[in-house]
T-cell receptor, first 115, second 111 residues
């Protein structure tokens, strides 16, 4: 158990809908990262938050947004869903936001199926 | 464009065999990490290498970071069925701790 909790574990929805994925980081970790894993693209970095502020952006679509709340949990919002958004979405957390060798701990992921 | 290419993509071997997985890039990374991911789980960190030429051993696993910090390898000695999984390398660049993951190597060790 990594200590990172993601809910829900599975999500099935239809095209055009909007969903929210939730992540609770490990106790004491200030940084949260979101990744998307699909068969054709592999594991891709989406976005990072550090202590409530956006720290880095990766290959995140404009239809996707995220935030980190004062209690440090994070939510990833996916809207106007398309079939191609079906993937595993992982959240990871780490103690700080920029130190080298900063270990990221991954949650078990949310499997999103868009039908 | 995938910055980190892993080879082979798939590997199926018998218990007791040795294997090497390669992670190559044309870019320099400040550090490189190796993860193993099992079905239904998130990636779990195995090791981080930071210095060019560094070699780290974790029981039967040996990790090496290239001298120029552009590539890495993972060698497993006497593979066991418990080693089965998806092996991912990930490079870190810049100060944000953002990880760029490799294409992955799916390893199956048959008993």
């Amino acid at each position: 158990d990594s200590g990172v909790t993601q809910t829900p574990k599975h999500l099935i929805t239809a095209t055009g809908q909007r969903v929210t994925l939730r992540c609770s980081p490990r106790s004491g970790d200030l940084s949260v990262y979101w990744y998307q894993q699909s068969l054709d693209q592999g594991l891709q970095f989406l976005i990072q938050y550090y202590n409530g502020e956006e720290r880095a952006k990766g290959n995140i679509l404009e239809r996707f947004s995220a935030q980190q709340f004062p209690d440090l949990h994070s939510e990833l919002n996916l809207s106007s869903l398309e079939l191609g958004d079906s993937a595993l979405y992982f959240c990871a957390s780490s103690q700080t936001g920029g130190a080298p060798k900063n270990i990221q701990y991954f949650g078990a992921g949310t499997r999103l199926s868009v039908l | 464009t995938q910055l980190l290419e892993q080879s082979p993509q798939f590997l199926s071997i018998q218990e007791g065999e040795n294997l090497t997985v390669y992670c190559n890039s044309s870019s320099v990374f400040s550090s490189l990490q190796w993860y193993r991911q099992e079905p239904g789980e998130g990636p779990v960190l195995l090791v981080t290498v930071v210095t060019g030429g560094e070699v780290k051993k974790l029981k039967r696993l040996t990790f090496q970071f290239g001298d120029a910090r552009k590539d890495s390898s993972l060698h497993i000695t006497a593979a066991q069925p418990g080693d089965t999984g998806l092996y991912l390398c990930a490079g870190e660049r810049g100060a944000t701790n953002k990880l760029i993951f490799g294409t992955g190597t799916l390893l199956a060790v048959q008993p």
